[in-house]
């Protein structure tokens, strides 16, 4: 469910149109930044979780549930970086009913929420990256205690959600008092703070922070521990965070850091094929195919299909070959789930609003193997290819509905336009299926 998590800064001045120039003091961050964009670039989630310490606040975990969130910078000089981002209170819901019980939750409904600093920083890289947003949901974790801001992430490593995919972006600065130029003031203790965070996320033990004395963590002047314990217990040992940057270019402490989780299946690739496609027009690159597919996948050559399905379980597309075509298995899935998406004759190429409500599945083929007889088949366990002259038609096993050998036949057949079976050859064939419902970590 949980495909990646991040830690962010947030930092006006490090935005181009609020720095001025000024960004390229904190290159560090900006670099980090860049790093983690690219990273996630095509790892675009179906719901954005954003933590932000800034955002309005109540009793403990405080959602800001909407249908819209909207915001810009123009208190900070730069009106023209805004956004408009949907939200989906029912995901909302789910999402605190889910932790409620566990920890103290609170939240509030309104018809548009305006967005904070710290949610909208960190979004100007990202929707540099995407273009298009998807589904925002917003909490504010200041409400939190430190050991609950620790359990909700750990909890959170539990909620799942069949046939979505959730990103996290915890925001949050370091101490705001590292340096004696510090707009907040000097603390000596300041420094160790941020080293003792830097520590937790390289060590990847978030209980090391909530050994911090209470008076190091009143003087650092943070607003960032506790989206840094969320962020680094909802990480784990699924997938240990990785530091990508620190540095306090104006006396406040900036941390980047980013955990992906394993994510590397044959849904996953497809499902990320399609979605490059159908909201940017273009195929993913032999770079993003490497990181993204299954190791095996890449050294192999074996034929599939890809089949897109609603939720409620309708067909919406399926493409695939009987035999490989491609250099290996990986492309295989890629061009496949692509024409899945957007070539089946039968259905209209899918839109990109549809992609959350879509599933994926994959079926990786057996060498066909040609039969002599009806009795060798078994509808559960085998497909079938039914070939007469120039015609093929081939049908997966284990369909809803198909029982009989015979209903396997025909239904091929009239799917290659083969009106008479006399003279028709048979083949059958297995398949490991590889359903994305299944798939979610």
Known sequence: MWKWACLVPHPPIIVPEVGHGREKEAHQTLNGMKELTYHLKNQKPDILFLLSPHAPQGSGLFFLETSCYAGDLSMFGAPQVSVEIKSDGEKCKALYSFLQGEVPISHVQKEKVFLDHASLVPLYFFHKAWGVFPTLIVANPMGLSLKEALKTGEILQKFKRPGESWGLIASGDLSHRVTRDAPAGYSPLGSFFDEQVVHAIKMSVPKILLDLPSRTIYEAGECGLRSALVFLALSGEKAKPKLLSYEAPFGVGYATAIAVFPWKTYPSLARHAIETYVREGERLSP???????????????????????????????????????????????????????????????????????????????????????????????????????????????????????????????????????????????????????????
């Open 287 to 441: 770079q993003d195919v490497e990181e993204l597919a299954p190791q095996e996948s890449l050294q192999s050559k074996k034929a599939c299909f890809v089949s897109l399905k609603t939720l409620k379980g309708e067909l919406r597309g399926c493409i695939g070959t009987i035999t490989p075509v491609r250099a290996s298995l990986a492309w295989e899935v890629v061009e496949n789930a692509i024409a899945a998406a957007t070539e089946d004759p039968r259905f209209l190429p899918v839109r990109p609003e549809e992609l959350p409500n879509l599933t994926v599945s994959i079926d990786i083929l057996s060498e066909p193997e040609v039969i002599r007889n009806v009795e060798e088949l078994d509808p559960k366990q085998y497909g079938v290819i039914v070939s007469k002259g120039n015609r093929r038609g081939v049908l997966l096993p284990d369909l809803e509905g198909i029982t009989l050998a015979s209903q396997q036949i025909q239904i091929a057949a009239q799917k290659a336009g083969i009106t008479t079976l006399d003279g028709i050859s048979i083949s059958r064939f297995t398949v490991h299926r590889y359903p994305e419902r299944e798939d979610t970590p």
